[in-house]
């Protein structure tokens, strides 16, 4: 039973943790990390899951998968970064040392995490010292294309013609020239939780009219040589149904299918017709590798390329991959399941359920002395014990490329530090909900074979590949079961040709 199963995956980690002081103790197994300049240099803190990130470790995607340079597999373990103090209009100043001390915190801590996620950014500030650092330790970052107040923000209360102004996309391509420097960089977000209510879904052209101008001015200036790569741009939808007809996972895989569809026909059945012909050629040849049929062809009005999902859900220790608590179909399972369809790599942009909603380890609601972590402060009721993790690294790795932990601090009903709010200067204290996440990690790192490590090679296969939806159809399955009328977001007009020359 999974209790048991618990039990003995912590009896497994904290072997493996006296032989890992056993092997420090004899100075064997110190990390080489490269310094940004390119030179290796020994950093004898590093934890050995930590590799520096220069220019051959930029991260890309493949049809449903994110892949490295050299092919290998990407899956995100990620945390959610705090935000810092507001600062003055106008003043593009942050405390690099502070927001580094969060990194090195988290090396020192021997959390094996690889990515953070950011929610607040100014792009007229200069973020090398921290981005470059990021780089040092191996950490990628999730950055914002938006922001909550002034140019940046799409409001979701105007209609479609208001909500995406001139100077959304102006923040969007400064955000990217700034941004697009790092190799650490791995996505940007262009939009969280816009769509989360049947009131605010009028507002999705503007999400989809942003993708597409950002994607559009990528694309033209690397053709032009102005930058060298283009950003993955990503969505982050809240995990909810939309009115009393759609529930969560329908609702998700609506959210995703609009915001990748494919508005000429022509170009779909051009598409079509390829992978048609590409999986033809598989089935006969009776080979499983083969071209990608995206790869030369114009996108038709995708406006993303990774969907991300913020969940609150698995609020049980006893809940599992299938089934919660009370006997309801797990949530990870129905998102698994009803995403199958999904054409580009799937995330949770924000995973971990709110501390009140925690149910305790046994029937009274208290705590089990048996799922106590082996470091850290004890548990509390509403400390979370994290057993999602194993399953997204897991058994949802053919389809989801991570996650990140929600969240180092914010809201409190969410945090794994306590101290806060962040004061911008000074690193916060674990508590037990950080450990518990933590172990899980150290476990399902230390399982030999798991899906989650990174030396799994992508091989692309035809039947990986999914054809997005043409944009009429979807956009009348929404208007049949949510009774929502989408604006054409073709009808807004590319910002592209109106941005200014450097």
């Known amino acids: ?61 493949k049809n449903r998968h994110l892949v490295k340079a050299d092919g290998t597999k990407f899956l995100l373990k990620g945390i959610a970064f705090p935000d810092p103090p507001p600062r003055p209009p106008y003043d593009h100043t942050y405390n690099a040392e502070a927001w580094i001390a969060i990194l090195h915190q988290l ?53 479609p013609m208001k909500c995406y102004p001139r100077s959304t996309f102006e923040y969007g391509v400064t955000s990217l020239k700034n941004y697009l420097r790092y190799p650490n960089v791995i996505a940007g977000l262009l939009g969280n939780e816009v769509m989360n209510s049947p009131q605010s879904w009028p507002s999705a052209p503007c999400v989809k009219a942003y993708g597409r101008d950002l994607r559009s001015w990528m694309k033209q ?11 993955p741009l990503v969505y982050a939808a809240q995990n909810t149904g939309i009115g009393p007809m759609v529930g969560p996972a329908k609702a998700m895989q609506m959210t995703m299918d609009y915001l990748t569809c494919i508005t000429d026909e022509e170009i779909w059945e051009r598409r079509k017709e390829r992978l048609v012909a590409a999986q033809r050629k598989a089935s006969e040849a009776q080979v499983k590798q083969v071209e990608s049929t995206a790869d030369f ?19 049980s220790s006893y809940d599992t991959y299938e089934t919660n608590v009370d006997g309801t179909p797990g949530t990870y399972h ?3 399941e009803g995403l199958q369809g999904s054409s580009i790599p799937l995330i949770f942009s924000e995973m971990g359920c709110a501390h009140d909603l925690y149910d ?14 082996s470091e850290g ?31 180092y601090d914010g809201s409190p009903q969410f945090i794994m530090f306590e101290g806060g709010p962040w004061d911008g200067k000074h690193v916060l204290e674990p ?72």
């Open 377 to 407: 402060p004890a548990r509390n009721v509403g400390d979370r014990t994290w057993g999602q993790v194993p399953s997204v690294l897991n058994e949802m790795s053919d389809l989801w490329s991570g996650f990140f932990a929600y969240a």
């Open 360 to 373: 305790g380890d046994l029937d009274d609601g208290g705590l089990s002395p048996e799922l106590e972590n």
């Open 1 to 61: 039973d999974k209790m048991a199963l618990s039990v003995k995956l912590k009896i497994f980690f904290l072997v493996q943790a006296l032989f890992s002081k056993v092997i420090k103790g004899s100075n064997i197994g110190t990390s080489n990390t490269i310094s940004v300049g390119g030179s290796f240099q020994k950093d004898e803190k590093s934890n050995t899951n930590n590799i520096a990130i220069g220019p051959n470790d930029i991260v890309t995607v």
């Open 297 to 315: 062809e114009d996108d038709g009005g995708t406006a993303i390329d990774i969907f991300g999902i913020n969940v609150e859900s698995w609020c």
């Open 107 to 159: 090396r020192d801590l021997n959390l094996k995490y690889n990515a953070i996620r950011m929610y607040r950014m100014d792009p007229y500030t200069d973020y090398s010292e921290f981005f470059n650092e990021a780089a040092r330790l191996g950490v990628y970052i999730l950055v914002p294309l938006t922001s909550a107040r002034g140019g940046g923000v799409i409001d979701r209360d105007k209609s």
């Open 334 to 336: 129905e998102l698994h």
């Open 431 to 502: 508590t037990a909900d950080f450990y518990s996440f933590k172990e899980q990690l150290d476990m399902v790192d230390a399982l030999p074979q798991n899906g989650s490590n990174d030396t799994i090679i992508y091989h692309h296969k035809i039947e990986d590949e999914e054809l997005p939806p043409l944009c009429h159809v979807i956009e009348q399955e929404i208007r049949d079961l949510c009774g929502i009328e989408i604006k054409d977001f073709s009808h807004i007009p590319s910002r592209v040709r109106e941005v200014p020359r450097w």
């Open 221 to 231: 200036e690397v053709a032009k040589g102005t930058i060298e790569r283009t950003l």
